[in-house]
């Protein structure tokens, strides 16, 4: 699997049609952030497969390009029916877990987006690039938000109670 970051593509598309001078400079941005973010999801994979948190195995990165397995299942988020969904997410909140103690990460944009589930009910984290350190000033806030998504989710869609302050104490315990 080969996952492009083109950031903010788009919005250079316009400015391009109408500023000659900029345009130069946006286009050395795009690419620049582009593989800046290709460059961070990347090293993060790298920390992270190695951690045993479920992620892709990362295999090759350049410029704003990076490969990693090919996962085969469906997003969280399209998911309508689990006989255990308490399972699936404890085992969401457990990888949680695994990267905050075993690679000190947040993922910081954890949602039912991001997360992928194998026919064999596996589930991996996916789409790293925004990851902020466990010595973040502002890690809980983060930490806080990924996990309230999650919890949303479930709560939503599979009518499960989970308490926020139980499922942090879980992930940093
Ligand atoms: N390793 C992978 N194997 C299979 N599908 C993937 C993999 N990584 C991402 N995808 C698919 O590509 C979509 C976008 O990937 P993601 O990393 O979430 O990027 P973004 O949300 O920034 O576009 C995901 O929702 C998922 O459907
Ligand atoms: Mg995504």
Redesign the pocket.
């Known amino acids: ?1 080969i ?1 492009l970051h083109r950031l903010g593509r788009i919005s250079f598309r316009s400015v391009r049609r109408t500023r000659g001078y900029v345009a130069e400079r946006r286009h050395t941005s795009w690419l620049y952030i582009s593989r800046l973010a290709a460059t961070r999801e990347y090293a993060a994979l790298q920390r992270l497969y190695p951690a045993g948190v479920s992620v ?1 195995k990362p295999i090759a990165q350049n410029r704003h390009a990076i490969v ?4 085969e299942g469906n ?1 969280l988020s399209d998911c309508n029916f689990f006989s255990n969904p308490s399972r699936i997410l404890n085992s969401v909140i457990e990888n949680v877990k695994k990267a905050y103690t075993e690679a000190q990460m947040i993922h910081a944009d954890l949602s039912e ?2 997360v ?1 589930i194998t026919p064999k009910l596996k589930i991996l984290i ?2 790293w690039p925004q990851w902020i350190s466990s010595n973040h000033p502002n890690w809980r806030l983060y930490l806080e938000r990924d996990l309230k998504n999650i919890l949303y989710f479930f709560e939503r869609k599979f009518g499960i109670k989970e308490d926020l302050s139980r499922a942090v104490a879980k992930v940093i315990g």
């Open positions: 699997m996952k892709p990693m397995s090919a996962i997003l987006y991001n992928l996916i789409d």
